[in-house]
């Protein structure tokens, strides 16, 4: 399984994350770890949604789409 997932800033609630991975829980463990050059300034992250792929290319696509223009227009308008 692959995910897609969103995480929210609990320290600074209109800052989102948008990642890609195999495995959520320890991903989010590395986030709050302050791991991420990017997420490190704004951790501690909670999980706000996910998507779950069957093929790797599917998920990594509607990750750089979400991370697009129109697809983070969609995120703010359908997801968050």
Do not use: C
């Amino acid at each position: 399984m692959y995910y897609v997932y969103i995480l929210k800033s609990q320290v600074v609630p209109d800052k989102i994350y948008i990642g890609f991975t195999i495995n959520l829980e320890e991903r989010l463990k590395s986030h709050n770890a302050k791991k991420s050059l990017f997420s490190k300034r704004y951790a501690p992250w909670e999980v706000f949604s996910y998507t779950v792929f069957h093929e790797k290319s599917k998920a990594m696509k509607f990750e750089k789409y979400l991370k697009s223009g129109s697809g983070f227009a969609f995120l703010k308008k359908h997801l968050i």
